[in-house]
């Protein structure tokens, strides 16, 4: 009962994804609607969720301590993206498939891991601050890196991806801080309401968008899925490694915590997967390339609570 507990969200993902490629059909199109069409709204749900729990106060202490923030920033932008370059090219992948595996590399730190550093008994207020330093660099260095690694397989479309990016990332967190200013700042019992409410929302559009996308890349699924599983788990298990011990090398020089280490590993390794296959399906018109952003978050869901228990049962030092 306690792993059900502690997985259900992950379970949910793997189950919906299931249904979703034994059962393409009813989650592809609707009465000539195309699902893929709810996916960059389901992401602006998602980012104004996580808008409205930001603060200003929620920053300063990890702001005061900027060596980790720094590090996962750097790390973030430089080993994922490199590492699926590489990881496309050893798979021996070509086209949108390899495209979509540098995308993943490319996105901003993912939301679910927030909750994975408070399970893994990380810094969560690091953890906040990461993910939203990482979410605000990416409608620039994103489509910057797509250019770069990403253009060796196909054409990229950077001023495309960026205004694609600034609909799903800047205009809901604005829209959201405009909201807390003009309403949820005034009233406290709506505050807790929507604490409750947006990570359910969140959570659920999560677990549509994976569905849709498992749907939409169904085929390709049946043909490479297993190649590109083993490219996504080596690229995830690279990102918590390297964003650790990347981390501890740098403890050497800065006061960074085994907290903040885990943090950083956490942040680096569990990518924006659902903004990763926005982008696939928004801007480059590909399933192919949502197939391996697809795999990727299903299967980093997963590896993640995995690491965040394993962490919650070891002792903290309190300095590397």
Request: glycine residues 8%; positive net charge; aromatic residues 8%.
């Amino acid at each position: 009962m306690n792993f059900l507990r502690r997985h259900l969200f992950s379970l949910l993902i793997i189950g919906g994804a299931v249904v979703a490629y034994s059962f393409p059909g009813p989650f592809t199109e609707i009465g000539g609607f195309r699902c893929a069409r709810l996916i960059v709204p389901l992401i602006q749900v998602i980012m104004f969720g996580m808008g409205t729990t930001l603060s200003l106060s929620d920053f300063a202490v990890s702001l005061r301590r900027p060596w980790p923030v720094i590090a996962g920033a750097v790390l973030q932008f430089s080993v994922m993206p490199s590492l699926g370059y590489l990881l496309a090219r050893l798979a021996g992948l070509d086209g949108d498939v390899a495209a979509g595996v540098v995308l993943i590399g490319s996105a901003a730190g993912g939301v679910a891991s927030n909750v994975m550093a408070y399970i893994a008994n990380a810094n969560v207020a690091l953890s906040v601050t990461m993910t939203t330093v990482s979410t605000l660099l990416s409608p620039l260095l994103t489509p910057l890196l797509m250019r770069f690694f990403a253009g060796r397989f196909i054409a990229v479309d950077v001023v495309g991806m960026m205004l694609s990016l600034l609909n799903m990332i800047v205009v809901p967190i604005l829209l959201s801080q405009l909201a807390r200013f003009c309403f949820i700042r005034w009233c406290r019992k709506a505050e807790t309401v929507v604490a409750r409410v947006l990570p359910f929302l969140s959570m659920t559009a999560i677990c549509v968008i994976v569905t849709v996308c498992v749907a939409a890349a169904r085929n390709e699924l049946a043909s490479a899925g297993l190649l590109i599983f083993g490219v996504a788990v080596a690229h995830n298990a690279c990102g918590y490694a390297l964003g650790y011990w990347g981390t501890r090398l740098l403890s050497r020089i800065a006061p960074i915590s085994e907290r903040d280490c885990r943090t950083v590993a956490i942040e680096v390794g569990m990518q924006n997967a659902g903004m990763s296959q926005a982008l696939a399906m928004d801007v480059l018109k590909s399933a192919s390339a949502a197939l391996a952003p697809t795999i990727f978050g299903v299967w980093m869901d997963f590896s993640g609570s995995l690491l965040a228990n394993w962490w919650n049962r070891r002792e903290v030092r309190s300095q590397v």
